[in-house]
DNA sequence: AGTATATTGTTTAGTCATAAACAGTTTCTA
DNA sequence: TAGAAACTGTTTATGACTAAACAATATACT
């Protein structure tokens, strides 16, 4: 289906490349809704498991991660990470341990309880991505992360290069 | 350039499907990004940039779009178009016109000043839209829709499944 | 040693998003 | 025709995001 007729539109798009960029947006949109609808039976959003998922797989030897290290991971702001560690650590999923040699930046790290959690919820949302990656075999799979990664090389690319200008 | 480097992570993703589905995230949030600081320059946001693409190109007979299509065409809550058409309107973009017939919805519309930046931006865009695809040839970009459109449309059915139980 | 530079986390102001509940309006139906 | 059901837009409370400016701290430079 097209995502002219899933999105009700009256006109078709102008170019393929248009096309593309929109396809992204929207299927990632919707992958981000259907993940945050399962979540929620957790009260977890996508954000605040993408979190935990980090913090348990990229963890370095003081056993967590900074503010920053998860902002750049994240592809988010680091003033974004103050508030969602702010309402993690309420939650009692991660807690911020001061570093004595550098008191500049917290280590990050999961408490007993965003360790049960990620346990609780990886589970399913692993089986669940399984399940929607199906419909393409894993050439097709290769084929569209190839495909991704040159995108984005060549967003760097178009950004070096001349500005906007009015 | 894998998204493990990318992103400065220390260990390798487990499966390509989560590759996948990250690096749809991903490759969305860096266009979102790039887009951005481009419409930064008309004190624009992609999404009013985006309310301004559907008025131009996607209104019916009454010359101009309700709320709820709008919200339809861009997969958001009917809730969020009424801050985001208010600030549209104040900054003089669109404006609310009453409908006689049913008192229910306003048809938005495109201002002479909303035509205007339209017409400015579009050109800028789209260039920079063929700019950045141009390193997928038309083969690679019409299966990169696909693609897309077939995880789409699994999500329907996944979702049609049995719900996520504790 | 002392100044300049860089880094980390925070705060503030503003945008975009959701879900849930509400009022007003229209349509369906019994 | 009267009541139920559906639809549109809004409000409220909350989460996620950005840019810009700030304080505290660490590092580089001369």
Same mark, same amino acid.
């Given at each position: 289906?097209?995502?002219?007729?899933?999105?009700?539109m009256?006109?078709?798009?102008?170019?393929?490349?248009?096309?593309?960029?929109l396809?992204?947006?929207? =299927?990632?949109?919707?992958?981000r809704?259907?993940?945050?609808?399962?979540?929620?039976?957790?009260?977890?959003?996508?954000?605040?498991f993408?979190?935990?998922?980090?913090?348990?797989?990229?963890?370095?030897?003081?056993?967590?991660?900074?503010?920053?290290?998860?902002?750049?991971?994240?592809l988010?702001?680091?003033?974004?990470?103050? =508030?969602?560690?702010?309402?993690?650590e309420?939650?009692?999923?991660?807690?911020?341990?001061?570093?004595?040699?550098d008191?500049?930046?917290?280590?990050?790290?999961?408490?007993?309880?965003?360790?049960?959690?990620?346990?609780?919820?990886?589970?399913?949302y692993?089986?669940?991505?399984a399940?929607?990656?199906?419909?393409?075999?894993?050439?097709?799979?290769?084929?569209?992360?190839?495909?991704?990664?040159?995108?984005?090389?060549?967003?760097?690319?178009v950004?070096?290069?001349?500005?906007?200008?009015?």
């Amino acid at each position: 289906m097209s995502l002219k007729a899933e999105l009700g539109m009256r006109k078709n798009f102008d170019f393929p490349a248009h096309e593309c960029i929109l396809g992204i947006y929207y =299927t990632a949109s919707r992958l981000r809704k259907q993940a945050g609808e399962g979540f929620r039976n957790f009260n977890l959003t996508e954000v605040q498991f993408n979190v935990l998922t980090l913090l348990k797989h990229q963890s370095g030897e003081s056993g967590g991660l900074t503010q920053v290290e998860l902002s750049r991971m994240m592809l988010v702001n680091r003033a974004n990470i103050t =508030t969602l560690i702010d309402r993690m650590e309420k939650a009692g999923l991660v807690m911020r341990k001061p570093v004595p040699d550098d008191r500049r930046y917290n280590i990050i790290q999961l408490t007993t309880h965003g360790k049960e959690m990620y346990s609780k919820v990886a589970g399913v949302y692993h089986s669940k991505i399984a399940e929607i990656m199906d419909v393409l075999d894993e050439d097709d799979q290769n084929t569209l992360i190839s495909m991704l990664s040159r995108i984005r090389s060549n967003l760097d690319l178009v950004k070096a290069g001349e500005p906007i200008e009015d």
